[in-house]
């Protein structure tokens, strides 16, 4: 169910998306079929919606394959996920060992998922007795979004790319780990050895763990691109080096390796590809399901809620071929033009009643909320339209006179980012041209009380009769500043935190349907008809990718130990709760110019300890995106026994950050 507001009221309307039409042409008299059978509330009567995808959803689930027979991984709190030292068959003692390397981040699967250095010997992964192994991950944090959109944060794209440097982590817990670690810029020694002495090793230890890590920037020459992947591939040289670097680290008995990527695109398809290594996250044709268009039709089809809005089922006469863009993105339609997307919208309000106060209209690529506008039509939704001789329209014509209307307010829309236009300037391009390399969607805005934006993270292990599996990571309530993501907390609130996970694991069990791998979250919005009534829950998008809150909870897993139980909440090994508060975003111009070395070195001597990393305890704070300290930002995730303890370490670190920008780094000391 859906609350929609007219005028000062609410009123609930069944959802107008899943609508089932009764035949595929487009002739005007067939567009009531279309849009199904209004009642006289301006419901609609339908049955399980017919997605353009769907058939080849449904025909491989009927085939067998066992693709489509994905296992969502629940654990119990109490389950024991460390005994190795009992005597175990090898099956076993990969699974076992699996779950006490690290848990399901990017090297999770990397036996299942790598295709092998030396094709002639595999080993899975795990060390047993007497065998040396070596297991190399291959991180490229390349930031493959769309780059007219990247230059709308007004920061540099590639400072993203340490975000990634969670997988550091990973060398402080394994020794037959090693990692191969890409970046546009070279990383501060410092960052570095933060990360790597971050429980509080001895220098020897230090030096072991530095040994198991290659640092390597790919030589640009002429291009002047910001994809990191792309950088990669537009140099013979960088790709030589990559490939050295893996054989250097692959020269032990057995190997296996994976590629890390921020996102799947094309680039990361082609160095894969190259490199005759698979990579760990979803690849280039399968981002569809991460667009905004993608999102709804994998909503509908999983019965999980979402707005109305178009396009809809009987719009596809308003899909059209973008003009540019991706590999992937040029094998679907979508709505580029404005006249389709008045008409996808004129056609909610007057065959299915749908009068909200506000539309939210996203560009099918956006990110952060940044390609997001908000569209006001109700001056448009209570026009009495009428013909030459007084007499109401008919339906159709009101859908063409409405959507003249509709057009002429693109203009009026109010976008999230503030460098946005519809027509743009010099600087940026406007929205109506990234529409037409993109397309978009429009969405009736969803409004009640108490309003939430909760998500959950979840990663899909690979093809294959045991390791198919679509895993829960962590759910969060996400802290926005108006649609634009800045940080989030962990675990989500108990009040629908099943809810949530649940609607999660049908979409990745439909992902692994298409044979989608690795990393995805799915942000959700939740909500009462009145305060304190009971919640309502509704898809609002799906990110095919890694994302804000997989580098808190990836350095909470591996540096805790443990994963997320039945309830939804992290637990280590012991059974200990952990859980976190983080943010991408504490900005203070004030630290405009800060080096990073500068801050880590008054950070380690800070007198307040309890904000430090303690290994003991498995609490305190990390921190990233230190070279955003250039301009002013930085993030960092507090991790606590509680969300109460979470909560006040990070007002804590907050005001000593306050203190910084106040007094200088002597402060500090």
């Known amino acids: 169910m859906k609350f929609h507001l007219t005028g000062d009221s609410a009123r609930v309307l069944s959802s107008a998306t899943n609508t089932k039409p009764e035949h595929s042409s487009h002739s005007k008299e067939s567009k009531m079929h279309a849009y199904g059978n209004l009642d006289q509330n301006g419901s609609t009567q339908s049955s399980k919606p017919f997605l353009r995808w769907e058939s080849s959803i449904a025909s491989s689930i009927a085939s067998g394959d066992n693709r489509t027979k994905p296992k969502t991984i629940r654990r119990s709190c109490s389950e024991?996920?460390?005994?190795?030292?009992?005597?175990?068959?090898?099956?076993?003692?990969?699974?076992?060992?699996?779950?006490?390397?690290?848990?399901?981040?990017?090297?999770?699967?990397?036996?299942?998922?790598?295709?092998?250095?030396?094709?002639?010997?595999?080993?899975?992964?795990?060390?047993?007795?007497?065998?040396?192994?070596?297991?190399?991950?291959?991180?490229?944090?390349?930031?493959?979004?769309?780059?007219?959109?990247?230059?709308?944060?007004?920061?540099?794209?590639?400072?993203?790319?340490?975000?990634?440097?969670?997988?550091?982590?990973?060398?402080?817990?394994?020794?037959?780990?090693?990692?191969?670690?890409?970046?546009?810029?070279?990383?501060?020694?410092?960052?570095?050895?933060?990360?790597?002495?971050?429980?509080?090793?001895?220098?020897?230890?230090?030096?072991?763990?530095?040994?198991?890590?290659?640092?390597?920037?790919?030589?640009?020459?002429?291009?002047?691109?910001?994809?990191?992947?792309?950088?990669?591939?537009?140099?013979?040289?960088?790709?030589?080096?990559?490939?050295?670097?893996?054989?250097?680290?692959?020269?032990?008995?057995?190997?296996?390796?994976g590629l890390s990527f921020f996102c799947g695109s094309d680039a990361s398809d082609a160095i894969s590809k190259q490199l005759k290594i698979r990579c760990l996250e979803a690849k280039g044709e399968h981002l569809y399901f991460g667009s905004k268009q993608g999102s709804r039709e994998l909503f509908n089809f999983c019965d999980v809620p979402c707005s109305s809005g178009t396009p809809d089922f009987g719009d596809d006469d308003l899909l059209s071929f973008p003009k540019s863009g991706d590999s992937w993105s040029l094998n679907h339609r979508f709505i580029c033009k404005p006249r389709d997307l008045a008409m996808g919208i004129a056609r909610q309000i007057v065959y299915k009643n749908v009068r909200p106060r506000r539309w939210m209209v996203k560009l099918n690529q956006g990110f952060s909320g940044k390609g997001n506008a908000s569209l006001s039509l109700e001056t448009v939704q209570s026009k009495n339209y009428v013909d030459e001789?007084?007499?109401?329209?008919?339906?159709?014509?009101?859908?063409?006179?409405?959507?003249?209307?509709?057009?002429?307010?693109?203009?009026?829309?109010?976008?999230?980012?503030?460098?946005?236009?519809?027509?743009?300037?010099?600087?940026?391009?406007?929205?109506?041209?990234?529409?037409?390399?993109?397309?978009?969607?429009?969405?009736?805005?969803?409004?009640?009380?108490?309003?939430?934006?909760?998500?959950?993270?979840?990663?899909?292990?690979?093809?294959?009769?045991?390791?198919?599996?679509?895993?829960?990571?962590?759910?969060?309530?996400?802290?926005?500043?108006?649609?634009?993501?800045?940080?989030?907390?962990?675990?989500?609130?108990?009040?629908?935190?099943?809810?949530?996970?649940?609607?999660?694991?049908?979409?990745?069990?439909?992902?692994?349907?298409?044979?989608?791998?690795?990393?995805?979250?799915?942000?959700?919005?939740?909500?009462?008809?009145?305060?304190?009534?009971?919640?309502?829950?509704?898809?609002?998008?799906?990110?095919?990718?890694?994302?804000?809150?997989?580098?808190?909870?990836?350095?909470?897993?591996?540096?805790?130990?443990?994963?997320?139980?039945?309830?939804?909440?992290?637990?280590?090994?012991?059974?200990?709760?952990?859980?976190?508060?983080?943010?991408?975003?504490?900005?203070?111009?004030?630290?405009?110019?800060?080096?990073?070395?500068?801050?880590?070195?008054?950070f380690l001597s800070c007198p307040n300890k309890r904000v430090q990393w303690n290994d003991n305890t498995k609490t305190g704070t990390i921190f990233h995106l230190l070279p955003f300290l250039k301009v002013g930002k930085i993030g960092f995730t507090c991790i606590a026994n509680n969300e109460i303890e979470a909560k006040e370490m990070f007002q804590e670190v907050t005001s000593m950050m306050n203190m910084i920008a106040e007094g200088g780094i002597s402060t500090m000391k």
């Not at 198991?212 to 691109?225: A, S, Y």
């Not at 990559?242 to 250097?248: F, Q, R």
């Not at 008809?529 to 009971?534: A, C, K, M, Q, R």
Request: hydrophobic fraction near 35%; glycine fraction near 6%; proline fraction near 4%.
């Open 389 to 602: 001789h007084g007499k109401p329209l008919t339906k159709d014509a009101l859908v063409e006179a409405t959507a003249k209307d509709i057009e002429k307010e693109f203009v009026n829309m109010k976008f999230e980012c503030t460098k946005y236009s519809w027509n743009g300037d010099e600087t940026h391009a406007g929205f109506v041209d990234q529409m037409a390399r993109l397309g978009a969607i429009a969405e009736a805005f969803i409004e009640g009380y108490d309003i939430a934006s909760p998500s959950v993270q979840l990663i899909i292990e690979p093809e294959g009769s045991e390791n198919n599996r679509v895993i829960i990571l962590s759910t969060h309530e996400q802290v926005l500043d108006g649609q634009v993501y800045v940080g989030c907390i962990n675990p989500a609130s108990e009040s629908y935190r099943s809810r949530i996970t649940e609607y999660a694991e049908k979409i990745g069990e439909a992902l692994a349907c298409q044979g989608v791998v690795g990393h995805f979250s799915v942000d959700f919005l939740a909500c009462t008809p009145h305060h304190g009534g009971e919640w309502s829950i509704f898809g609002l998008e799906i990110n095919l990718r890694q994302g804000g809150t997989t580098h808190p909870y990836s350095a909470m897993a591996v540096l805790c130990r443990g994963h997320a139980c039945n309830d939804g909440v992290f637990r280590t090994e012991e059974g200990m709760k952990k859980c976190y508060q983080a943010t991408d975003n504490h900005i203070d111009h004030r630290l405009d110019g800060l080096q990073s070395s500068e801050f880590l070195k008054a």
């Open 80 to 257: 024991d996920i460390r005994n190795t030292d009992r005597e175990l068959d090898s099956d076993y003692a990969v699974e076992a060992i699996r779950a006490d390397y690290v848990p399901h981040i990017a090297s999770e699967a990397v036996d299942a998922q790598c295709f092998d250095i030396d094709i002639n010997h595999h080993l899975p992964f795990v060390n047993l007795p007497g065998v040396k192994s070596s297991n190399i991950i291959v991180v490229i944090p390349s930031i493959d979004l769309d780059s007219a959109e990247l230059k709308r944060m007004g920061v540099i794209p590639e400072f993203y790319e340490e975000r990634q440097l969670y997988h550091l982590f990973l060398l402080t817990q394994n020794p037959s780990i090693h990692i191969i670690f890409v970046s546009s810029n070279a990383v501060d020694p410092e960052t570095i050895k933060y990360y790597l002495t971050i429980d509080g090793c001895n220098e020897e230890t230090y030096n072991q763990r530095l040994s198991r890590l290659i640092l390597l920037n790919p030589e640009c020459g002429e291009h002047g691109c910001s994809s990191l992947a792309l950088k990669i591939l537009q140099s013979d040289a960088s790709m030589q080096r990559l490939e050295d670097a893996i054989y250097e680290f692959s020269s032990v008995e057995k190997s296996c390796c």
